[in-house]
């Protein structure tokens, strides 16, 4: 058997659940952006259900056609995007599990440890993902920075790097936090999805 650096390989898979990370972000992104069209579907289908039901005296028939036409291809649009929000959620719900599954084979034993070297500048939001949204274990605890990083220090001038005084807060957080303890925030408060 060929000799193989067991933490090599462990980092190698934490790179990989990395890009499903990625992936799970933007899943979560395409459903933030779904819902937030779903949502300005539904107001203005009310407006028109409402415009209908005040001044329905004041249409001709084929308009009042029209409109339920309208209506239905909004409500059709509706159904559309609910399918497709729960097609991301049963991918999204196995990519978690994979990413689970990849972390609990780096981290169950002892540390990953990454090193200044080994963090990659590209996966700033889903390295705080993991440590914010990321539950494991039995007692579903999060991931503790020093289970990743060997340096939280290394963590912060990376995403001084990256954000500047635009991560002021999530910079601050990483600093105070103790070692073993978990974010007071979400990931959601550091990258909101607008």
């Known amino acids: 058997m060929a000799n193989v650096n067991i933490r090599d390989l462990k980092v190698f898979e934490f790179n990989r659940a990395l890009s499903y990370v990625s ?14 069209e779903e ?18 005296s004041s249409y001709t028939e084929d308009e009042i056609c029209n409109i339920k036409t309208f209506q239905d291809s909004i409500n059709a649009r ?17 990519l978690e599990k994979l990413v689970k599954k990849v972390l609990e084979f780096v981290i169950g034993d002892e ?10 500048e590209s996966f700033v939001e889903e390295y705080i993902y993991i440590l914010t949204e990321i539950k494991l274990g039995d007692d579903k605890t999060y991931i503790a920075i020093p289970e990743l990083f060997k340096h939280k220090s290394d963590l912060i001038l990376l995403l001084y790097d990256v954000y500047g005084r635009e991560q002021e ?11 073993d303890d978990e974010f007071e925030n979400s990931f959601y408060n550091y990258f909101p999805f607008e």
């Open 23 to 36: 992936e799970i972000l933007e899943i979560k992104r395409k459903d933030a952006k779904l819902q937030k």
């Open 39 to 56: 949502d300005e579907l539904d107001r203005e289908l009310d407006q028109w259900y409402d415009e209908v039901a005040l001044n329905s």
């Open 78 to 94: 509706i159904a559309e995007i609910d399918e497709e929000q729960e097609d991301l959620k049963e991918y999204e719900k196995e």
């Open 111 to 120: 540390n990953l440890d990454l090193t200044k070297e080994e963090i990659q």
């Open 169 to 179: 807060e999530l910079i601050s957080d990483i600093g105070d936090v103790d070692l």
